[in-house]
Each structure stands twice: as structure tokens, then as C-alpha cells.
């Protein structure tokens, strides 16, 4: 480890030898976009697309939440109502959440490092590129004649293969490219962080940021390519007359969940282990302190990262599973509260007896702590394989994973987003638009997603157009939090473009209490940085260890 | 720059240059390419790796494929087990298919016989083929066939009707918590997989 990182002693003062002609004059327009192998170009077309696909995510669900205002069918056929649910999930798993996550890494990632840039530019010119390719793929089958994807995000065979309505291919090939983009930014995150770190940049100096997404891409690599294998099966299965899921041929459609799970809970710490990382630096900014257990952290996260392949099939109580399967599924599963346990302990630690102050990105921090562990608890309640059994593919579930993945991630993409605006931007943000944001977010997701665990517990189904009349009111108010939490995000499109367009100048580190390296370069951040590593001084003064 | 000298040592890793930066970097890039290709080819890995684990723990229910001979020492006349048996037409077969006796009593080791009825009242042939699944899956190992129309697919001429047969019986190991097995075929168009 110490050679490692005595080795790139002189890599970045050497680097601009090698890539000086990628980098040495920006170009104008479209082109520079099209063409830009700058992290920070990158890293800005990353977060773009994300918010540009969480508004279209979010408006499949205003019309999912329209057509569920009230019981009976309104607006939409159940077969489109399938593919709004389908569409919705996918969006923004693959289109927003991650991509959101991989902008995150692009921009800190080589200034947390005090690296010129990312290992791999070119690649990662690509790995963003052909993103919107993919999209444009899967939305655009919703104008073909066979309809978009209508078989939920999971796809389970047989109702992506026998029962799809041909949109299967479609679907297929545009999670191929998702696949394949993930790929690249994850290898890139993996070689930038093992190759590019400061001299004098040990691994345990790292901010836990970087831990978080070094952990995360190396879970990346690992399911990713099973994702691709398994949509690769469901291929042939249903146009190649393969049987990997069909029983008629000697398949089994339970396989498939298996296959599919294997990929798909990594996938969801994939989606929040970066979450981790920011809220690991938000709060000991705004808390004045160092982060409370950094090793821990690092450990923790690590943890729930190996835990994470091996409790898949909780997803699958109900297929009839035998009991020593459902009780090895079950307290794996509740293993993980165990790593999961010391990061909250941990950032509330931080916050202990800290001189707080509440800037918008510390309130999206606090409630992703509180929220979080809210979703963290309704997981834990589902890991329960015998109560699993009444809360299986009900709403429960459906505000068990908001939960997680809205309060959770998409909070800390916020907490994140507010806290390197001014270095990103080199202006402040709007601060009363910023808080209207807050406050309208915080108090609609709630409306939105609390209610969803008492429909769940009263027996409410998932993915369906209609519902019994007992769950009228219930569903009404839903819908309103879901209209007013739509609408808050409109906000927060408004702040960031007040805030690239002008506002008050901000200064290199805007908020006292924050460390890292990023926060000793100009705001906004220059074009190159760190094209001389930085000193030892300033990579000690960066470290969350206390000292 | 001393390039050459340092290529020679970059396992033990003390690059001074950009070139051997870039000579890690492509070192790291291979080997997490491997990883991504082994990873792919793992999750094609666990089809078999699936079937042969619930081969041995019988797990989903899959009961034997090919005919075995019977092998029971003797007949258990102090348990009885209810055997049901339900059927099910997959997705498109426009067959009746159903089983003549719903359910039948067996002892331990008791070998019996029974027919399925399958009419084709489509107006053209069909060849169907019936997949077997018993309930509870972990009764499966010791669900054994000793002929079975389920081994072989099943040609029907248009209009044509038939009686199929199932012989078979209950192990003698069969776990005294279990007193009923349902037997459960889904009946599968196969008419183009077979031409």
C-alpha cells in the first residue's frame, strides 16, 4: 500500500505530459460535450441526465398516482398502468439513482484523491454516451405497437417471456447498455482509486466518500454481468427457443428469481452504499467534528457489501422454500442491521455534543438518518420470513423501498448536491429556495410513502390499477403527497439554475467546518486540478480519522 | 525518465513515470475485465449449478425424470398417504387433460397404478408434454415414478383421445410429518420444439 501510493509521487506531475492534449484547451459547444474526456464535463452530464430521467420517472408515477387517486379505472388501461409501474422502476434504478451516484464520483472522486482526472477518460467518455441510447431504447418502446415493458422491474419469467407482449427485446437491449455503462464507471472508479491517489494517500486516509464508492464499484462488477447473463437467457428463452425458465423444456421460472436476486440485492446497496459516503461528509462538516469511527465505517461498509451476496433469497419466502433455506435467508438478512446499526450509530455519534448548524445539505443529511433508518426498520420487519408472508407484494414493501431509495439515496443525492453546488457552480445557492425544497420535499415524501406501510399491513396488493374501497382515503392522501412531492422537485431544478447562472460569489470552502481535498481548489473548481499533487500537509488535514 | 529500469520492476510496484501509470492502469483494467467475464459466465454457471442442487436436496419439488425400478423391501400397511393428483394446462394447448382417479390412499412401498384422460380438440396435431412437481417439494426424493407418460412426449392426432399411465410408489423414508403429496402436471404445447 505505501508503495502504491509513493508511486504516483510524480504520476501527476507527469500526467500532463501524457494526456496534455485531451486536455489543454477546452472545446466550445455541443462538441465539447460530445467530445470531453474532463471529469468534471463528465461528472456534470452524469448528474443531468440523472435529474433528467428522475423527472421522467416522476412523471410516470404522477399519472400511477392519478390513476390510484381514487378506486376504479380512470385514466389509464391496466395493461398501460403495468407498463407505467415497469418503466417507472427501471428509470429510475438504472437511469437516475446510479447514474446520479456515478456524476458524484466523477466530479469528487479525483479532487477527493488530488487526481488530475480519472484514470480512464476516454472510457468514460464513452460509459456516459451511451447511456441516453439506452434510454431512448426503452422509452421509446412505449411508441412502439407492442407497448412498453410490462412485466415489473424484476421481469420474472414467465411474464417476460410466455406472457410478454413483445416488448422483451427492446427491454433487453437497453439493460445490455445500462449493463454495459455501469461496467466501464465502475472499472474506471476501481482504477482511478487504486492507481491515481496522492502521494502519501494511504487507503485508510481516504474519505470515507471515496470508501463508499470504491466498495460499491467493486459490487458493480461483480453482479452487473450476471444482470447481462440473465436477460441474455431471457433472450433466447423467448425468441431463440432456449428453456432456461420454461418448464415445458426442463427450465425453472424459480431459477430465475434466484439468478435474478443474485444480481438484484447487491443492486440495492449499490444504490445506497454511496449514499453512506455522503452523508459521511455532510454531517461532520456541519457537525464540526470529525466523523465519529471512520474505521468502522470503512469496515461497516465493506460488511454489508459481503453480506449482500448472500441473503437473496429473502425476496422469495413465499415460493416454498424449505425451512432451513427460509431460516439461513432470515437472520443473514438480519445480519446486516448489525453494520448497518454502527454507520447510524456513527453519524449520530458525530453529531453528539457538535456545534450543528442546519444548511440545507445537513437538514437532507438528518432526515436521510431518520428516514433511512425508518426504511431500514421496515426491512428488517420484512426479513421476517414468518411476517413476510402477509407483507409479501403488498405496499409494505412498496413504502419499505421508497423509503430506502427516496429518503435514502435520493435525499443524500440532494445533502450531496446542495454541499458541492458552490464548488461545482463557484456561486451559493438560493438559501430560501433551497430550504422551500427542503421542507415541501420532507413533509410530502411522507404523506407520500408513510401511509403506503398501513395500505401494505391491511392487505393492499402492489402493481395494481385498481383496489378495494376500503383503501379509498388512504390512497387519496398518498396521491396528494405524490402530486406535492413532484412538484417540490421543480424547486430544486430552479435553485440549480439560479445558481449556475449567478448568485453570491462562493469562496473556495464555504462551510467551515468541511475537510477534504476538494475544498482547497478555487470555486469554482478550475477545469484541471490537481495537475501537481497536493502537499502531505493538506492531505493530513483532509483525513477523517480524529486527531 | 528511466523507463525502461522501472518497466522491469512494476510488480514490486515503484513506477516513476506517466508510462508506468499507464502500464498499472492497464494491468488493474485486465484484471477486473477477467473478473467481469467470470462473473458473466457465473451467472450461466448457476443453471446446472441450480439443477444439480435441487437434484440432491429435491427441493423444487422436481420428481425423477427417467423410470427407476422398484426397489421397496416391503409395504408399510400402518401409514396410509393420500396422494392427490391435479393437472394444468400451460399457456395455448387447447387439450383436456385430466387425471381419471382425483386421489388415491397408498402405503409406504405400495406400488400403484393410475390413468390420465388427454383429449387434442384442436383441428390439428398437437404433441404435448407433461411436466410433473409434487407438494411438499422436500416429498419429491421419495415420490418415485416406475412408469410414467410425463418421460416421453405425447403425439395426439387432431380430435384423437387417450389413456396415459402412472406407476408408481411412495419410499418407505418418507417423513412421517407428511400424510398427503399432491401430485401436480402441467401439460406444455411443444409441437414446434418437436418437428
Known amino acids: 500500500m505505501t508503495t502504491d501510493t509513493l508511486d504516483n509521487a510524480s504520476t501527476a506531475d507527469s500526467h500532463h505530459d501524457s494526456f ?74 438504472f437511469g437516475a439513482i446510479m447514474p446520479a451516484f456515478t456524476g458524484f464520483a466523477n466530479w469528487m472522486l479525483p ?61 433487453v437491449f437497453a439493460v445490455h447498455i445500462m449493463g454495459i455503462s455501469s461496467i466501464m464507471g465502475a472499472i474506471n472508479i476501481v482504477v482511478t482509486i487504486m492507481n491515481m491517489r496522492a502521494p502519501g494517500m494511504t487507503y485508510m486516509k481516504m474519505p470515507l466518500f471515496v470508501w463508499t464508492f470504491f466498495i460499491t464499484a467493486y459490487l458493480l462488477i461483480a453482479v452487473m454481468p450476471v444482470l447481462a447473463g440473465v436477460v441474455t437467457m431471457l433472450l433466447t428463452d423467448t425468441y ?72 437473496w433469497a429473502h425476496h422469495m419466502f413465499t415460493t416454498g422454500m424449505p425451512l432451513f433455506g427460509e ?38 443529511s438528518i432526515a436521510f438518518v431518520i428516514l433511512f433508518t425508518i ?3 421496515s426491512g428488517l420487519m420484512l426479513a421476517m420470513t414468518p411476517v413476510d408472508f402477509q407483507y409479501h ?40 429556495l433551497s430550504k422551500w425544497h427542503f421542507w415541501c420535499s420532507l413533509i410530502s415524501v411522507n404523506l407520500l410513502f408513510f401511509p403506503m406501510h398501513f395500505l401494505g399491513l391491511a392487505g393492499m396488493p402492489r402493481r395494481i390499477p385498481d383496489y378495494a374501497l376500503q383503501f379509498a382515503d388512504f390512497n387519496k392522501w398518498v396521491s396528494i403527497g405524490g402530486f406535492a412531492f413532484g412538484l417540490s422537485q421543480l424547486i430544486f431544478l430552479a435553485v440549480v439554475i439560479k445558481c449556475i447562472r449567478g448568485g453570491e460569489k462562493a469562496p473556495a470552502k464555504p462551510w467551515d467546518g468541511a475537510i477534504g ?9 478550475p477545469y484541471h486540478t490537481f495537475s501537481t499533487p497536493p502537499s502531505q500537509q493538506d492531505i493530513d488535514n483532509a483525513d477523517q480519522h480524529g486527531h | ?118 383429449k387434442n380438440n384442436a383441428s390439428h396435431d398437437i404433441v404435448g408434454q407433461a411436466v410433473p412437481s409434487v407438494s411438499p417439494g422436500l416429498a419429491a426424493n421419495y415420490f418415485h415414478k416406475i412408469e410414467c407418460f410425463c418421460f416421453t412426449q405425447q403425439p395426439l392426432s387432431a380430435g384423437k383421445d387417450i389413456e396415459m399411465s402412472l406407476q408408481f410408489y411412495v419410499d418407505l423414508e418418507l417423513p412421517t410429518d407428511i400424510n398427503t403429496l399432491t401430485l401436480s402436471y402441467t401439460l406444455y404445447d411443444i409441437t414446434e420444439k418437436s418437428s
Open chain 2, 1 to 118: 525518465m528511466s523507463i525502461n529500469k522501472h518497466k522491469a520492476n512494476i510488480n514490486i510496484s515503484t513506477n516513476t513515470t506517466s508510462s508506468t501509470n499507464i502500464n498499472n492502469n492497464n494491468k488493474t483494467v485486465k484484471k477486473l475485465l477477467l473478473v467481469v467475464v467470470a462473473m458473466f459466465g457465473f451467472g450461466f454457471a448457476l443453471v446446472p449449478l441450480y439443477d444439480v442442487f435441487c437434484d440432491i436436496t429435491g427441493l423444487n419439488g422436481k420428481t425423477n425424470d427417467t423410470a427407476v425400478a422398484y426397489t421397496a423391501s416391503s409395504v408399510d400397511k400402518t401409514r396410509t398417504v393420500k396422494v392427490q393428483f391435479i393437472t394444468r394446462n400451460a399457456k395455448g394447448i387447447p387439450w383436456e387433460f385430466e387425471p381419471v382417479i382425483n386421489e388415491i390412499n397408498v402405503h409406504p412401498g405400495e406400488m400403484k397404478l393410475v390413468s390420465f384422460y388427454a
Open chain 1, 393 to 432: 407484494d403488498t405496499y409494505f414493501v412498496v413504502a419499505h423501498f421508497h423509503y430506502v431509495l427516496v429518503t435514502g439515496s435520493l435525499f443524500s443525492i440532494y445533502a450531496g448536491a446542495y454541499f458541492w453546488l458552490p464548488k461545482w457552480t463557484g456561486h451559493m445557492y438560493n438559501d430560501t
Open chain 1, 111 to 171: 479532487m477527493m484523491l488530488g487526481a488530475p482526472d480519472m484514470a480512464l477518460p476516454r472510457m468514460n467518455n464513452w460509459s456516459f454516451w451511451i447511456l441516453p441510447f439506452a434510454f431512448a431504447i426503452l422509452l421509446g418502446s412505449f411508441f412502439m405497437e407492442s407497448g412498453a415493458p410490462n412485466f415489473g422491474w424484476t421481469f420474472y419469467a414467465p411474464l417476460s417471456t410466455t406472457y410478454s407482449n413483445g416488448s422483451t427485446a427492446f427491454f
Open chain 1, 375 to 377: 426504511g431500514g426498520f
Open chain 1, 20 to 93: 496534455g492534449d485531451n486536455h489543454d484547451h477546452k472545446m466550445t459547444g455541443i462538441k465539447r460535450w460530445l467530445y470531453t474526456t474532463n471529469h468534471k464535463d463528465i461528472g456534470t452530464l452524469y448528474l443531468w441526465f440523472a435529474f433528467i430521467m428522475f423527472l421522467t420517472g416522476g412523471a410516470l408515477a404522477m399519472v400511477i398516482r392519478a390513476e390510484l387517486f381514487q378506486p376504479g379505472l380512470q385514466l389509464v388501461e391496466p395493461d398501460f398502468f403495468n407498463q407505467l409501474t415497469t418503466v417507472h422502476g427501471l428509470v429510475m434504478v
Open chain 1, 327 to 364: 431460516l439461513f435467508f432470515m437472520y443473514c438478512t438480519m445480519l446486516i442491521a448489525v453494520p448497518t446499526g454502527v454507520k447510524v450509530f456513527n453519524w449520530v455519534a458525530t453529531m453528539w455534543r457538535g456545534s450543528l448548524t442546519f444548511e440545507t445539505p445537513m437538514l437532507f
Open chain 1, 240 to 311: 431463440f427457443g432456449t428453456s432456461f425458465f420454461d418448464a415445458a423444456g426442463g427450465g425453472d421460472p424459480v431459477m430465475f428469481q434466484h439468478i435474478f436476486w443474485f444480481f438484484g440485492h447487491p443492486e440495492v446497496y449499490i444504490m445506497i452504499l454511496p449514499a453512506f459516503g455522503i452523508v459521511s461528509t455532510t454531517i461532520p462538516a456541519f457537525s464540526r467534528k470529525r466523523l465519529f469511527g471512520y474505521s468502522s465505517m470503512v469496515y461497516a461498509t465493506s460488511s454489508i457489501a459481503l453480506l449482500s451476496f448472500i441473503v
Open chain 1, 517 to 525: 481535498l476538494e475544498w482547497t481548489v478555487a470555486s469554482p473548481a
